[in-house]
């Protein structure tokens, strides 16, 4: 391929050189995978992408073209995932190329030292995420029911008001304690635990209370959602929903 240069989804870290059989596509109109032997455990995934569809002036221009990079994403991610089996696993990011091979591999030796470090910290291990919504509505109602109801007294609106705004207050120190509760507990199934600023990430149907991801030991894998999703049930009660994905790729774990 003519004018082209080296797309990198991944560097991979195994006891045996990966198979690439049955593995995804990858990026439209990119090259077929390959792998690039950085010594005699560790491979770069890549592929020859064109420049004239991958070129820096390109991207640059299609940046903000949210469906053009949602759907190539969604490509350079299904790749990295069919490599979760390994050892270990080092997922590049989006639009991770270098002008050839060579200087691909250069890259992975100059920065060996850190990368020997990520790969110790994630190796036989995968992240899960947990994300926890509060309905306050369905909140307030369940802790509504919980407590006895007051005979009535005649009190003033103000009175009922300032009652409404206890209630709220409550509430917002009760969600506190049960994401603080949920967090711990989870981090002490995980090898290492890191919670993703809320505000990042709006959501539909109530405020995110969190988002955090759990770096888990694959043979903890089941055991750790079954936890998770356990407590999920319990929170649904008082008006809590709480979203259990993975296994995925150590993203949030890659960075010191």
């Not at 004239?52 to 002036?57: P, T, V």
């Not at 207050?169 to 635990?193: C, G, Q």
């Amino acid at each position: 391929m003519k004018d082209k240069a080296t797309y990198v989804y991944c560097l991979v870290l195994a006891d045996r050189r990966p198979s690439l059989a049955r593995r995804p596509r990858g990026l439209p109109r990119t090259g077929r995978l390959r792998l690039l032997d950085v010594d005699r455990s560790l491979w770069l995934v890549v592929a020859d992408a064109p420049l004239d569809r991958y070129g820096a002036d390109v991207i640059n221009r299609r940046l903000s073209d949210l469906d053009w990079v949602s759907s190539l994403a969604v490509e350079h991610e299904a790749v990295i995932e069919s490599f979760l089996g390994a050892t270990a696993l080092l997922p590049m990011k989006l639009f991770t190329l270098f002008s050839n091979d060579d200087r691909a591999v250069a890259q992975i030796i100059e920065e060996r030292r850190r990368i020997d470090a990520v790969m110790r910290r994630v190796s036989g291990r995968v992240e899960w995420g947990v994300r926890v919504v509060l309905d306050a509505g369905k909140a307030l109602a369940a802790n509504a029911k919980a407590k006895p109801r007051a005979a009535p007294t005649g009190k003033s609106y103000l009175t009922h008001k300032k009652a409404r705004r206890d209630a709220a207050s409550e509430l917002a120190n009760r969600a506190r304690a049960e994401v603080v509760e949920l967090f711990d507990r989870l981090s002490d199934e995980a090898a290492s635990a890191r919670r993703r600023p809320a505000r990042e990430l709006p959501v539909q149907g109530g405020p995110l209370l969190l988002d955090a991801a759990f770096l888990v030991p694959r043979a903890k894998s089941s055991s750790f959602r079954a936890l998770a999703e356990r407590r999920g049930r319990s929170l649904a009660r008082g008006g809590y929903r709480v979203t259990v994905s993975g296994p995925w790729p150590p993203y949030s774990f890659i960075q010191d």
